[in-house]
């Protein structure tokens, strides 16, 4: 048992070296970093969830305008369908002239 004795003595005593010894002289320099690096990540990440969410907003608003500028398309060929319609009609309305005649003046 003298052993076993020794050798928990031994791994006691090494496990309270370690957790008592101060940290290593480059560990607080690395933990600093990684702290901005995660802060950084943490401030790009909201970046980029404000990005998608206009990005979708305008993906939105562009198929509204897809739809819309179909409506206004079909809209504007009616219009001209019956602006020529009308001319159409005007024209067959007004007496063509016949050149050298004038025409009389109502006064």
């Known amino acids: 048992m003298?052993?076993?004795?020794?050798?928990?003595?031994?791994?006691?005593?090494?496990?309270?070296?370690?957790?008592?010894?101060?940290?290593?002289?480059?560990?607080?320099?690395?933990?600093?970093?990684?702290?901005?690096?995660?802060?950084?990540?943490?401030?790009?990440?909201?970046?980029?969830?404000?990005?998608?969410?206009?990005?979708?907003a305008m993906s939105s608003d562009m198929t509204q305008v897809k739809t819309l500028l179909g409506q206004v398309t079909n809209t504007v060929l009616a219009h001209k369908q019956s602006i020529e319609q009308i001319e159409t009609a005007m024209k067959a309305m007004v007496p063509s002239r016949k050149p050298g005649k004038k025409r009389k003046s109502s006064r």
């Open 2 to 56: 003298t052993g076993r004795n020794l050798a928990v003595a031994l791994v006691a005593a090494f496990m309270f070296l370690g957790i008592s010894m101060p940290s290593c002289p480059g560990q607080q320099a690395m933990q600093q970093q990684l702290d901005q690096l995660q802060a950084k990540n943490a401030e790009q990440a909201k970046t980029v969830q404000k990005l998608d969410s206009q990005l979708k």
